[in-house]
């Protein structure tokens, strides 16, 4: 039994320094997503950015030696508790979060999960990801092209939502463009 928390435990240690070498910001190419608007509600994005992440982690240069500890029970015993930041083409960012593992020891491969409310556009502002989070928003923009992509993304995707509609203005202001929405 110590040995095999002695394996757990290793295994735990070389998972979070592979993670920990994945650079924060690493850029994710705009072939595989364009934006952390573009992978906000779109699964199929959010898996090819974490299909993307899992391609370029390096385990086995981590661990140094065979460990025999299953990897679903690793898994489910252990939080690893691990989260990665990413930037995309346009500097938009977003946390992922590792949510589990897959395959085998000679074919291990990381499951991760956007994290909710991790998304900001390039100013770092926060992108919404919810209806409640929509209204009452407020975000300073560095350009009008970059306060209006967030009034069309909220728009699109929250204007129409329950407990009434939502409306997005923006202004200029001393510290570049305000966006403010609330519901009507």
Not at 32 to 60: C, K, M, P
Not at 90 to 109: I, M, R, V, Y
Request: aromatic content about 8%; some cysteine.
């Amino acid at each position: 039994e110590a040995h095999i928390r002695y394996e757990f435990e290793q295994s735990v240690a070389a998972i979070k320094a592979d993670i920990e070498s994945f650079l924060a910001g690493t850029r994710i190419p705009e072939e595989i997503a364009g934006s952390a608007y573009d992978v906000l509600h779109s699964t199929v994005l959010q898996r090819r950015v974490s299909d993307y992440v899992n391609e370029h982690l390096n385990i086995w240069q981590s661990i140094g030696a065979p460990v025999s500890v299953p990897l679903s029970a690793l898994g489910k015993i252990v939080n690893l508790n691990l989260c990665i930041s990413v930037t995309f083409a346009d500097g938009s960012t977003a946390k992922l979060e590792l949510t589990g593992l897959e395959g085998s020891l000679a074919e291990l491969s990381y499951t991760f999960e956007l994290m909710e409310g991790s998304a900001r556009d390039a100013d770092g502002n926060v992108i919404p990801d919810t209806a409640a989070a929509a209204a009452p928003y407020e975000g300073v923009f560095s350009t009008q092209p970059f306060a209006d992509r967030m009034v069309d993304f909220i728009s699109e995707w929250y204007a129409q939502g329950g407990g009434g509609q939502l409306q997005c203005r923006s202004e200029v202001s001393s510290g570049g463009v305000t966006v403010i929405c609330k519901r009507r």
